[in-house]
C-alpha cells in the first residue's frame, strides 16, 4: 500500500483518539524514548562506529515500507508533530514497490531528518556491528514499541 496510505492511517488514529487515549499514548511514547535514551548511552561505541565507519549506508537502496509502519508515524507524529507537514513532502516523492534511498534523508543524501531520539524502531534499534553486549537495550527498546501497537490496536 506504500508508506502514503500508513502515513495518512496514523493520522486518522491520532484525530480519532479521545484524550485519555492521546495521554496513555504520550506516555507509551516517552517510555520508547527512554528506551532509546539508555540504548544509546549503552551504544555510544557502535553509534560511532555507524556514524564514522558506515555513515548511513544502512539508509541506502532499502525497501522503506518494511522499515517504517504506521505505528512508527504514530510514534513520530505523537513525539514530533512539528514533522508532519515535512513527512508528507518527503512521501509525495515515494517510489513504492522499488527500493531506493530513504526519502527522510535531508538533501537525499542525509543526515535523517528525525532528531536521534525520535525515529522508527528499525532506524533505532539496527547496528552495523555486533549487538551482543547492547542486547537487553534493544530488547527493552523494542518492547516498548510493541506496547505502542498493542495500544493501538486495542484501542
Known amino acids: 500500500m506504500g508508506l502514503n496510505y500508513e502515513f495518512r492511517a496514523a493520522g486518522r488514529i491520532l484525530a480519532a483518539l479521545s484524550p485519555e487515549q492521546h ?3 504520550e506516555d507509551l511514547a516517552a517510555e520508547i524514548q527512554t528506551a532509546d535514551e539508555v540504548l544509546r548511552r549503552r551504544a555510544a561505541r557502535p553509534l560511532a562506529r555507524c556514524q564514522d565507519a558506515c555513515r ?5 537502496n532499502v525497501a522503506l515500507d518494511e522499515i517504517i509502519d504506521r505505528d512508527d508515524f504514530v510514534y513520530l507524529l505523537i ?3 512539528s514533522l508532519k507537514n515535512r513527512i508528507a513532502a518527503c512521501l509525495a516523492e515515494e517510489k513504492p514497490f522499488f527500493t531506493a534511498d530513504c526519502c527522510f ?10 532528531p ?5 524502531v528499525v532506524c533505532l534499534a539496527t547496528f552495523c556491528g555486533d ?3 547492547i542486547r537487553q537495550e534493544i530488547r527493552r527498546l523494542k518492547r516498548a514499541f510493541g ?3 498493542w495500544f493501538l490496536r486495542l484501542r
Do not use: I, S
Request: proline share 16%.
Open 23 to 25: 495521554r496513555r499514548l
Open 56 to 60: 548511513g549506508l544502512c539508509c541506502r
Open 79 to 81: 513525539r514530533a508533530p
Open 105 to 114: 534523508l535531508e538533501g537525499g543524501t542525509g543526515p535523517c531528518m528525525f
Open 116 to 120: 536521534p531520539e525520535v525515529r522508527p
Open 131 to 133: 549487538t551482543a553486549p
Open 147 to 149: 506496547q505502542l501497537a
